[in-house]
């Protein structure tokens, strides 16, 4: 069993930026593969970002070039690093976790594992 707790959300404005992290229970967290979701209010949640566990990030489009991820496994810690933030970047964001490693999955259905959330506002 894995237990990922987020923290680092807030209120920010645009232009701004942010760091949050995800830190996990458990002996294996180097051979997961760790995901970033978000799911604003009234939308289904949706892929943000992932790392396998060779180290190879993942964007979803949208936030390619602002938001990178990285992970440090010593520390059984994933962060997302935020930048240029915009309004439309305000949601809850869930950490989640993949034992297949592969950090290819896009979908809830493809992480077991799952955080508690943290909220993400940007004001215009």
């Known amino acids: 069993q894995v237990r990922l707790v987020e923290s680092g959300g807030g209120l920010v404005q645009a232009g701004d930026s942010l760091r949050l992290s995800c830190t996990a229970s458990?002996?294996?967290?180097?051979?997961?593969?760790m995901g970033w979701f978000r799911q604003a209010q009234g939308k289904e949640r949706e892929f943000v970002a992932s790392i396998s566990w060779s180290i190879v990030p993942y964007y979803t489009d949208s936030v390619k070039g602002r938001f990178t991820i990285s992970r440090e496994n010593a520390k059984k810690t994933v962060y997302l690093e935020m930048n240029s933030l915009k309004p439309e970047d305000t949601a809850v964001y869930y950490c989640a976790a993949d034992p297949s490693g592969s950090g290819l999955g896009r979908y809830d259905h493809d992480y077991p594992y799952w955080g508690q959330g943290t909220q993400v506002t940007v004001s215009s």
């Open positions: 458990g002996r294996t967290f180097s051979n997961y593969a």
